[in-house]
């Protein structure tokens, strides 16, 4: 059975300007929440490196067995089932595999595209198409801009502790602001998202507000959320779908959908495909090949918006 779709209920009502600065292929976006369908509901969540009383095979194990192309093969066949268990960017990765195969009945992604596309042992954070997929930062958002799929929109609600703030001046948005930005009513059902939790009411710190990790003890970290976005429901809140955890029980949590006010959210980044032809340009993403920017956010430093939003290619929402 089909899971919820919790659309916007003013997109009929939405500006014409607005739709034209940010058009959609609604084909590919049907198409991305369609191959959510074809998941499973949980199957775990974990990070781990080895198989434990828990689970019996990695993520990274999961993601190999579901992706099977043969030598005389064209293409690949993708088995969500097998891709359990999993985590956030694991599942967006895999939703975006499992997309590619069903829009390409035309054969149009080359056999070195998809051969690039699996995931190959020592590929670190930004290191080929799966090292892109599963980094910190706006991972995505940085493989669509450099392949030339799609493009991206990005907002951030500000600091609100000094040593944090990027710019003197800057400002933390009030609840208000916040949910009216124009950011939330610019995305749509099937864009993919990547949450950067704020973390000012549970935790008292601005941790939403870092991008990356610098691999400094004692400085704030990145705590973020690859999703797919799937609309605001009648009181503006946030759904999406990914592997969601780890919880107290990670072994019941993984794939399903989740939800949360937009104050939950500090920094959040939509990536939106338009040409999911442009993804046969991955056959000259070697498996080594590396995104330094990426690369770099994972232990070595941090970045800022204004970074984040060149590397992103971002465009106003």
Same mark, same amino acid.
């Given at each position: 059975?089909?899971?919820?779709?919790?659309?916007?209920?003013?997109?009929?009502?939405?500006?014409?300007?607005?739709?034209?600065?940010?058009?959609?292929?609604?084909?590919?976006?049907?198409?991305?929440?369609?191959?959510? !369908?074809?998941?499973?509901?949980?199957?775990?969540?974990?990070?781990?490196?080895?198989?434990?009383?828990?689970?019996?095979?990695?993520?990274?194990?999961?993601?190999?067995?579901?992706?099977?192309?043969?030598?005389?093969?064209?293409?690949?066949?993708?088995?969500? *089932?097998?891709? $359990?268990?999993?985590?956030?960017?694991?599942?967006?990765? @895999?939703? =975006?595999?499992?997309?590619? =195969?069903?829009?390409?009945? $035309?054969?149009?992604?080359?056999?070195?595209?998809?051969?690039?596309?699996?995931?190959?042992?020592?590929?670190?954070?930004?290191?080929?198409?799966?090292?892109?997929?599963?980094?910190?930062?706006?991972?995505? %958002?940085?493989?669509?801009?450099?392949?030339?799929?799609?493009?991206?929109?990005?907002?951030?609600?500000? %600091?609100?502790? !000094?040593?944090?703030?990027?710019?003197?001046?800057?400002?933390?948005?009030?609840?208000?602001?916040?949910?009216?930005?124009?950011? *939330?009513?610019?995305?749509?059902?099937?864009?993919?998202?990547?949450?950067?939790?704020?973390?000012?009411?549970?935790?008292?710190?601005?941790?939403?507000?870092?991008?990356?990790?610098?691999?400094?003890?004692?400085?704030? $970290?990145?705590?973020?959320?690859?999703?797919?976005?799937?609309?605001?429901? @009648?009181?503006?809140?946030?759904?999406? *779908?990914?592997?969601?955890?780890?919880?107290?029980?990670?072994?019941?949590?993984?794939?399903?959908?989740?939800?949360?006010?937009?104050? %939950?959210? $500090?920094?959040?980044?939509?990536?939106?495909? =338009?040409?999911?032809?442009?993804? !046969?340009?991955?056959?000259?993403?070697?498996?080594?090949?590396?995104?330094?920017?990426?690369?770099?956010?994972?232990?070595?430093?941090?970045?800022?918006?204004?970074?984040?939003?060149?590397?992103?290619?971002?465009?106003?929402?």
């Amino acid at each position: 059975m089909k899971r919820l779709r919790v659309l916007t209920i003013f997109l009929m009502c939405l500006p014409v300007a607005l739709v034209a600065r940010n058009p959609v292929n609604t084909l590919w976006q049907h198409t991305v929440l369609c191959a959510i !369908d074809s998941f499973p509901v949980n199957g775990g969540y974990y990070t781990g490196g080895k198989p434990n009383a828990k689970f019996a095979k990695t993520t990274w194990q999961g993601l190999k067995d579901a992706f099977k192309m043969g030598e005389d093969d064209e293409r690949p066949t993708f088995d969500p *089932w097998q891709a $359990q268990p999993s985590f956030c960017s694991s599942a967006t990765y @895999a939703v =975006l595999v499992k997309a590619l =195969l069903m829009w390409d009945s $035309q054969g149009q992604i080359s056999r070195q595209a998809w051969e690039n596309m699996r995931v190959h042992d020592g590929q670190d954070d930004g290191v080929g198409f799966w090292g892109r997929a599963n980094a910190n930062g706006p991972a995505l %958002a940085v493989l669509v801009n450099e392949i030339g799929a799609g493009y991206s929109f990005a907002a951030y609600r500000g %600091a609100k502790n !000094d040593s944090v703030k990027e710019t003197p001046c800057e400002r933390y948005m009030t609840d208000a602001e916040w949910r009216a930005h124009p950011v *939330w009513f610019s995305a749509r059902p099937g864009d993919v998202m990547k949450i950067f939790w704020n973390r000012n009411d549970s935790r008292g710190h601005d941790g939403g507000a870092i991008v990356g990790e610098d691999g400094v003890r004692g400085h704030l $970290q990145e705590a973020g959320h690859s999703v797919i976005f799937l609309g605001l429901d @009648a009181e503006g809140k946030v759904h999406y *779908w990914s592997s969601n955890g780890p919880g107290k029980e990670p072994e019941k949590m993984g794939y399903g959908e989740g939800c949360c006010d937009k104050v %939950a959210i $500090q920094r959040v980044v939509f990536t939106r495909i =338009l040409k999911p032809e442009a993804f !046969d340009h991955v056959r000259n993403m070697a498996p080594n090949d590396v995104n330094q920017y990426l690369h770099d956010l994972n232990g070595k430093r941090h970045s800022d918006s204004k970074e984040l939003e060149r590397m992103i290619g971002a465009r106003n929402p």
